[in-house]
């Protein structure tokens, strides 16, 4: 199926080319100036793959909304960016395409634009609040049981939605990133004075990728911790593959730690020495998720029904979502 989408936010040209040197060659990226129509004001954050801005609209004509401008980081080795833009433009045609779903958990996409011959950005909406690893953190590692469920019912809702209407195209529509990282809330003021929890999914990289076919068969891709025993053994990752990540989500915010963590006291979740990576494929693969002592019965069979190593027995998501509303009434 094509997807029609304006990427490109006109031929407005930088104003600002030491700006756009300097994306290029700087490693530490922390620049002003103006990309595209956008106008940097400062960093946000920088991880492995990508680098992000905080940026308002320069136009004129336009209020000045502030967004987040995500843009492919510099490969160390001076390598050429090209394959970082087409992952860009992946990323920003698989937005565009879940923005029309009208789902509030997912990130709202502005546009796309290639404004240097190796560099290109996404500008999405700007998030103010934090995310779960930032409120577990807060919070000593553990979150209320009724605040976990309701994050994990808030995402399992929006990525079931996904998943369906992927169906109905053909395509496979996954995020095959899910952790606390890429789970961000936001607290938002409404008409009745009360603060309304918002409960976004920012990152769907690899998901496009997937969603685009474009997934390598030869490496695997995601956050060790989190990846489901089926994409360890090369599998292509599937709406089964995040619900195992939410299950494993979903013990941390009530235990306080992974399930494997007891297994691997060494590991931190970043490393990826290959002696690293091979024990937790071994674990997700052969190792059962920990009961949960002195909780409800029904907790526990929804963390073991997600996190089943064999994919026939593991719960969908119309199982998942029934099972987490009706833990949420007998706990409320």
């Known amino acids: 199926m094509g997807i029609r989408v304006n990427l490109l936010h006109g031929n407005y040209k930088s104003k600002s080319r030491r700006v756009e040197k300097g994306l290029l060659g700087r490693p530490d990226l922390s620049l002003k100036g103006q990309v595209g129509i956008y106008r940097i004001k400062s960093t946000l954050g920088r991880g492995g793959e990508a680098v992000v801005f905080l940026a308002e609209d320069a136009r004129r004509l336009v209020r000045k909304r502030e967004v987040a401008l995500r843009i492919p980081a510099r490969l160390d080795n001076g390598t050429n960016n090209l394959d970082a833009i087409e992952k860009v433009y992946q990323t920003a045609k698989f937005l565009f395409w879940l923005n029309r779903l009208g789902l509030e958990e997912v990130v709202k996409y502005y546009g796309c634009c290639r404004f240097a011959p190796n560099s290109a950005y996404i500008a999405m909406e ?46 496979r529509a996954v995020i095959a990133d899910f952790k606390p990282e890429n789970v961000f809330i936001t607290w938002q003021a409404s008409r009745s004075g009360k603060a309304k929890v918002r409960v976004v999914l920012p990152d769907w990289d690899i998901g496009a990728r997937v969603f685009a076919g474009d997934y390598p068969g030869d490496r695997i891709v ?108 007998k706990i409320i």
């Open 126 to 171: 700007r998030l103010e609040g934090k995310t779960l690893a930032e409120l577990r953190q807060c919070r000593g590692g553990r979150l209320p049981l009724p605040e976990a469920l309701f994050i994990m019912e808030k995402a399992c809702t929006a990525l079931y939605a996904v998943q369906q209407a992927g169906e109905k195209i053909g395509r």
């Open 222 to 329: 995601g956050t060790p911790f989190y990846i489901a025993p089926e994409v360890w053994r090369r599998e292509k990752p599937g709406p089964w593959s995040d619900r195992w990540a939410i299950g494993m989500v979903l013990y941390e915010m009530v235990v306080g730690q992974h399930p494997f963590a007891d297994a691997m006291p060494d590991f931190d979740g970043t490393q990826t020495d290959p002696s690293y990576l091979y024990r937790i494929s071994h674990l997700a693969n052969c190792k059962a998720v920990p009961e949960i002592p002195g909780v409800h019965a029904e907790l526990n069979r929804l963390i073991k029904g997600l996190t089943e190593t064999n994919i026939g027995m593991r719960l969908d998501y119309e199982e998942t979502i029934n099972l987490i509303r009706w833990l949420r009434r």
